[in-house]
């Protein structure tokens, strides 16, 4: 399907979300629209598929103009969108989800659609159970149902919303896989992203948005340095690696073991260092993630010993490790991080130690205003967190947190983040290891893992490598390690 807008424009009252925005995708093209956090990308796709209005301009498909007034209308005329959450239902079977939607009638025949599902899922190379339930699939998997409801209802021209945000390396592959074979069907692809190497290893051809303009289109080859620059308006450097000098143990594990009702991390021992950055690398779901909520106490140890700075913490709640100076940040901001329906200013009151039985809260908006300014948190003390832009909400967990800190422990700190966010997200991390915070953090990004961390701890199916220098590690011999290849040089079993 061949797709066009025309001068398209978008306000939320005094935010102009898209100017004048004219694209032209012809049919069989996976077209990136790349831009930095807050540029308009998401927005105009919404246009497109009828999840809002434009205030102006015209939406042309196949040379015809249409009017879409929703996401019903929309589908009707050939134009599906995913997501970035998947938009499914968990607590049903994958076929109930399959047939939303469809207009055959309130009781679908159900014996047909499980025979066009499995047809479409073996087209794609999709191993999906039609009579298995939603909430037992991976991130990963829920994107290709809705592939297939999409198709099955009819969708010409896709519409992909960060899809690559939380899946991993494999799912990923599996993904643009089933995109190239969309455009070689015909079908018109747009791929939303913030992520340079996704759009450069896929699209066809690329336009680039920046507050709310389109400043450029360009196609296959492409340079990255130029792409960068017509994100930010500049070019944008990581910075060189600033390695951790410190050798005052801060955390210090023995033998330590934690489990859940999937895995066990097994005789991990492990010194942290003064403002040294240890990076967590594995596949989802590898152990990576209990082992960080273990180190604070969210998740109980069942084997070993775990002090901070010498102070026996084992078996001790997360309350007993955030009085030694501990803090976690999930990488599910607003569902464990923040908490949704309270502004700024009563996030900063609730962080802060009380300081008397009432709030000041004169003081406290000058406490917010202050935080916002020094970490760049586009918002008011008076802004919501969740009508805040993912960066901009980790900004706000930053600086939610107390100094001095021991330990800092993150989920997927720049997840959704554009470079230019996630480089200042890390310019703050870096300046906390300068105080002598050790951090360890979880990252799917191997690059991030090799540009910040100082060591680095590989996890698969619970095996823990012993800690690798990341100065002598490579992103080849990184993904080796995470697919579970190169581990007899370990003992297996065995942990750091």
Request: hydrophobic residues 40%; glycine residues 10%; aromatic residues 6%.
């Amino acid at each position: 399907m061949d797709v066009e807008l025309r001068d398209v424009h978008k306000t939320f009252g005094a935010v102009h979300a898209n100017v004048g925005i004219n694209l032209h995708v012809p049919a069989g093209t996976i077209q990136g629209i790349l831009g930095e956090n807050g540029a308009g990308k998401s927005t105009l796709m919404k246009v497109l598929s009828g999840f809002i209005r434009a205030n102006q301009g015209q939406i042309l498909l196949d040379n015809r103009p249409v009017i879409i007034h929703s996401p019903a209308d929309a589908i009707r005329h050939g134009i599906g969108m995913l997501h970035q959450d998947p938009l499914d239902f968990p607590p049903m079977r994958l076929i109930d989800n399959f047939v939303l939607g469809h207009e055959g009638g309130l009781f679908p025949n159900r014996t047909t659609a499980a025979r066009d599902f499995t047809l479409l899922a073996s087209q794609f190379g999709f191993s999906l159970d039609p009579d298995a339930y939603v909430d037992a699939l991976t991130v990963g998997e829920r994107q290709q149902l809705e592939i297939l409801r999409l198709l099955w209802l009819g969708a010409r021209a896709l519409i992909f919303d960060e899809p690559t945000t939380g899946i991993s390396a494999a799912q990923k592959e599996k993904l643009f896989s089933a995109l190239r074979l969309l455009a070689e069907q015909g079908k018109t692809v747009l791929f939303v992203s913030h992520k340079l190497e996704d759009v450069e290893g896929l699209c066809h051809r690329v336009a680039v948005l920046r507050q709310g303009h389109l400043v450029g289109e360009t196609k296959h080859p492409y340079t990255t340095e130029k792409l960068v620059e017509m994100m930010f308006g500049k070019a944008i450097s990581v910075g060189e690696r600033n390695p951790c000098a410190g050798c005052e143990p801060t955390l210090s594990l023995h033998n330590f073991s934690a489990e859940d009702y999937r895995l066990k991390v097994r005789d991990v021992s492990l010194e942290v260092c003064s403002g040294e950055v240890i990076g967590l690398a594995g596949m989802e779901g590898s152990g990576q993630g209990l082992f960080l909520r273990s180190v604070c106490g969210l998740v109980r140890a069942v084997d070993g010993r775990i002090s901070l700075h010498g102070k026996n913490l084992t078996g001790r709640s997360y309350h007993a490790f955030k009085r030694a100076g501990t803090a976690f940040l999930p990488a599910a901001r607003l569902e464990e991080g923040l908490a949704a329906g309270l502004d700024l200013t009563e996030h900063f009151v609730l962080a802060e130690k009380p300081s008397g039985f009432f709030v000041n809260w004169e003081e406290s908006r000058q406490l917010a205003q202050s935080r916002i300014a020094a970490f760049n948190i586009r918002g008011t003390p008076v802004s919501t967190v969740e009508s805040l832009s993912g960066g901009n909400q980790q900004r706000a967990l930053l600086a939610l947190l107390r100094v001095p800190l021991n330990l800092l422990l993150l989920e997927h700190p720049t997840r959704g983040l554009d470079i230019e966010s996630a480089i200042d997200i890390w310019s703050k991390l870096k300046e906390r290891c300068k105080q002598g915070t050790s951090i360890l953090f979880i990252s799917s990004d191997l690059e991030e893992i090799l540009q910040y961390s100082d060591r680095v701890l590989v996890f698969f199916s619970g095996k823990v490598t012993p800690p690798l220098e990341a100065a002598a590690l490579t992103t080849e011999a990184l993904g080796q390690l995470i697919g579970g290849k190169g581990w007899e040089d370990f003992a297996l079993g065995k942990g750091a």
